[in-house]
C-alpha cells in the first residue's frame, strides 16, 4: 500500500513570495489533514478536511494561508505571502475515516520550507 | 481546550537498555485516545502505539509498552532493549475523535552504541 506522498520535500523563497505545497492520500482516506511542525515543537493542526469539506480551520491563519482539497483526493496547501515565521516543515496526513480505528493518522515525509 | 506535557526534551541510553518516556496531559473528557508517534531524522512520523482511555490493560507493541494512569492522566512510552533504529523524536498525541491530534513538545531520544 502506497503511503502519502507530498511534494516538493524542499522549498526555500524569500519572504512576500507565495509557495504552494501538494499531497496525495493513501487511497480511500476519506479524511486529509495538513500540520505545521515549526523546530523544536510538535505538529500543530493548520486544517481538516472530510472528503472535500473543511472539519478544522480554527488555527489556519487565513490572511496568507489557504487549503483546498478538490474531488476529496489530493489537496494543496498554500501561502501568500510568506513571512519568515512561516519558516516549518509541513505534513500531510490522512485516516480513514473519523470513527472507531478509522481515526488512526498516517503522515506524509513533510515539506522543509524556508522562507528567508 | 486539552494540552499534551513531555517534560523531557532530550535522553540518552545505551544500546540494548531500557527506556522511559514521560507524558502527562490535560483533559476534561472521559473518553479519547493517546499515541506515541516516532520521527526519525528523516522526518516520517510513524505511530509507535495506542491506547484507548476506556481500556485498562496497557498497551504494547513487541518492545514498547505504556504505562496508562488515567487517574493521574500520564502515559509513559518504555523502550525495552533498546536499538540503534530507535534514535528520533518522540512525541506524546492526544485525541478525541473526531477531533485533531493534540502534540507534545516531543524527547529527543539517541541510542548510543
Known amino acids: 500500500e502506497a503511503g502519502v506522498a507530498q511534494s516538493p520535500r524542499y522549498k526555500i523563497i524569500e519572504k512576500r513570495q507565495s509557495v504552494a505545497f501538494w499531497c496525495n492520500p493513501i487511497s480511500g482516506h476519506a479524511t486529509l489533514y495538513w500540520y505545521q511542525q515549526i523546530l523544536g515543537q510538535g505538529p500543530k493542526l493548520l486544517i481538516q478536511?472530510?472528503?472535500?469539506?473543511?472539519?478544522?480551520d480554527s488555527q489556519l491563519p487565513k490572511d496568507r494561508f489557504s487549503a483546498e482539497r478538490l474531488k476529496g483526493v489530493d489537496s494543496t496547501l498554500k501561502i501568500q505571502p510568506a513571512k519568515l515565521e512561516d519558516s516549518a516543515v509541513y505534513l500531510c496526513a490522512s485516516s480513514l475515516g473519523l470513527a472507531g480505528r478509522k481515526y488512526e493518522q498516517y503522515f506524509g515525509p513533510g515539506t522543509r520550507l524556508t522562507v528567508t | 481546550a486539552q494540552t499534551v506535557t513531555q517534560s523531557q526534551p532530550e535522553m540518552s541510553v545505551q544500546e540494548a537498555e531500557t527506556v522511559t518516556l514521560s507524558c502527562t496531559y490535560d483533559t476534561s473528557e472521559s473518553n479519547y485516545y493517546l499515541f506515541w508517534y516516532k520521527q526519525p531524522p528523516s522526518r516520517q512520523m510513524i505511530l509507535v502505539i495506542r491506547q484507548e482511555a476506556y481500556k485498562q490493560q496497557n498497551a504494547t507493541e513487541n518492545r514498547f509498552s505504556v504505562n496508562f494512569q488515567k487517574a493521574a492522566k500520564s502515559f509513559s512510552l518504555k523502550i525495552s532493549d533498546s536499538q540503534l533504529g530507535d534514535t528520533a523524536m518522540y512525541f506524546c498525541a492526544f485525541m478525541k475523535p473526531p477531533r485533531k491530534l493534540t502534540f507534545g513538545t516531543g524527547t529527543r531520544l539517541t541510542i548510543i552504541p
Open positions: 478536511f472530510q472528503n472535500n469539506g473543511v472539519v478544522d
